[in-house]
């Protein structure tokens, strides 16, 4: 018998997959599930019913039975609620309250975080971010949480990203997930499996509980997205943790998924420390500072180094350095500004290649590369880095893209940077469902996420039409709810860019890649 060709054996699979309950799949929505009630307050008792004062502020319920928080002198005061006792390791729970302002009070953007105190640290988790809150209706403020170890004392609480205005809160519930099971379909990774690796960047919730499941069965290797960044990794000089980036690293180990790095250098998400002297004052356009520069990366890299070693598959080692409006096609940042120019690009890469292990790639990584001026900037500057010798091996496409946006683009900037004889990646991809980036509504249009699986179609005919070319594509995020454009730029509850919803269950977005045929009729 002949061996089957990689597509003979993917229609296989697929067929399996379908037989296997493909069908049952439709309608694309996820039903709704009733999600256990572990926590309620509404102050119809006319008591604080729990919640406590964060800083020097007056807690008081009013006439109406609202919880009114006053005389706040700082953004993180607020009123807080002990939650410890209901959270559990690796199981999602949905923290909602309403908030709104006293009248004859300006809106004010509020938020809900969780102070999280573990083994001696504390972390302040966002659940839900920043929300322009009004004294004319009550606004909702929904999120999810999770913990990923065990914690000492868990406190949610309400506080304001810039004002100290007082606060009214009401109808306060916390309620465990009920998690439909993890469907039984076609793994994407077996699917692309003679095409390429596809990855997904995550964040140490995603590796317990149900996502967790679902990663490990659709997904052939992770990047860490925030927690190898320079302020996850040595938020104070010289104290490097690890432990964050070290819970993704051990699931990812335990799967037999390859890791991506992100990222050594980049203008966001890095300290400030890094661009101050001894003194606290930024560093100047000068020689000794520098060599201060160069002396910190490479202090970094060489703990990174030493903790993952050639673990780590390949390094993001640059991010978003380019920048098309300027005349040298380069963006302005502090490292910019320090080498009055953009010789530090070259230099890093030379510390990453002498400090990393031979066997570790090293990438240079961009958002638009699919946009013929950003595609022409990084083009330039990977070719001087390539004439100069700068050991750059390879170009990372993030492709946080549009579902209005041409999907050939990218195939064409594919296309062009195979002439430079470097490794390439889709570093980044997710698929906006908005027309406008501040777009915000409340809910998802059907009908977009009908368009985005059409989208995910036609993208990944490009990208599977180029999969020699291509070392990995890995997606921005796991599931919708956890996708970074759910905040950014703006709070867009109705962002969806991922393969799966919301509840972990699959989209028309991955039946565009898996098998089109499902996918409902224009
Ligand atoms: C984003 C993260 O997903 C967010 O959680 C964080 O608040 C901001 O950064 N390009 C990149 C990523 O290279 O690091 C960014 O990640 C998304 C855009």
Redesign the pocket.
């Known amino acids: 018998m002949p061996t089957p060709s990689p597509h003979a054996s993917r229609r296989a699979l697929l067929a399996g997959a379908a037989a296997a309950g493909g069908a049952a799949v439709l309608p694309l929505a996820s039903p709704a599930h009733a999600d256990d009630l572990l926590l309620s307050t509404d102050f119809s008792s006319g008591t604080t019913e729990g919640w406590y004062a964060r800083g020097a502020v007056a807690l008081s319920v009013n006439a109406e039975g609202n919880l009114l928080v006053e005389g706040r002198t700082a953004t993180w005061n607020g009123a807080a609620i002990d939650i410890t006792a209901h959270i559990e390791v690796g199981v999602r729970y949905q923290l909602r309250v309403l908030m709104r302002l006293p009248s004859g009070t300006d809106a004010a953007d509020l938020r809900t975080t969780v102070q999280r105190d573990a083994a001696g640290s504390t972390a302040y988790e966002t659940v839900k971010w920043n929300t322009a809150v009004t004294p004319d209706a009550w606004t909702e403020f929904t999120g999810t949480y999770s913990i990923t170890q065990p914690a000492d004392l868990l406190q949610f609480y309400v506080e304001s990203d810039s004002s100290l205005t007082p606060v009214l809160v009401d109808d306060f519930t916390l309620s465990r997930i009920q998690e439909p099971e993890i469907q039984d379909l076609m793994p994407l990774k077996d699917f692309l499996e003679c095409d390429f690796p596809i990855g997904c960047a995550v964040e140490p919730p995603e590796v317990v509980g149900k996502p967790a499941e679902l990663l490990a069965k659709h997904f052939a290797q992770v990047t860490t ?2 927690q190898m ?1 320079p302020d996850a990794i040595q938020p104070t000089e010289g104290v490097f943790t690890f432990d964050r980036a070290d819970q993704i690293v051990a699931f990812a180990e335990a799967n037999g998924m390859r890791i991506w790095g ?2 050594l250098l ?1 203008h ?2 890095t300290p400030a420390w890094w661009f101050l002297d001894a003194d606290g004052n930024p560093l100047q356009p000068t020689r000794a500072h520098r060599a201060l520069l160069l002396a910190r990366f490479e202090a970094h890299v060489t703990a990174l180094a030493a903790h993952y070693g050639d673990r780590v598959w390949a390094w993001d080692v640059v ?2 350095v380019v920048d098309p409006e300027q005349t040298d096609g380069l963006r302005r940042s502090r490292w910019y500004e320090v080498f009055g120019g953009g010789a530090y690009i070259g230099e890093v890469f030379k510390i990453a290649r002498r400090v990393l292990p031979r066997k570790v790639k090293l990438f240079i ?1 961009d ?1 638009n590369t699919e946009f013929p001026d950003k595609r022409e900037a990084l083009y330039n500057l990977v070719q001087d880095l390539k004439r100069k010798r700068v050991p750059v091996d390879g170009v990372g496409h ?1 492709a ?1 893209v549009d579902y209005k946006r041409d999907p050939q683009l990218l195939g064409e900037s594919i296309d062009a940077f195979r002439r430079l004889r470097v490794l390439q990646a889709v570093t ?1 991809l997710d698929v906006s469902v908005s027309d406008y980036m501040e777009e915000s509504l409340p809910s998802t249009p059907p009908e977009r996420l009908a368009a985005q699986g059409r989208y995910y179609q036609e993208l990944f005919t490009v990208l599977r039409d180029r999969a020699r070319h291509l070392e990995s594509v890995t997606m ?1 995020g796991l599931y919708d709810a956890v996708s ?1 454009l759910r905040t ?1 730029p703006v709070s867009r509850p109705h962002e969806a860019p991922l393969f799966f919803d919301d509840r972990l269950q699959a989209k028309a977005a991955y039946w565009g890649v898996v098998d089109p045929a499902q996918l409902p009729p224009e």
Request: avoid cysteine; aromatic fraction near 28%.
């Open positions: 997205g925030n960044k992100h990222t980049w966001n998400q991010n978003e990584n958002y993030q946080h980044e921005w970074w950014w």
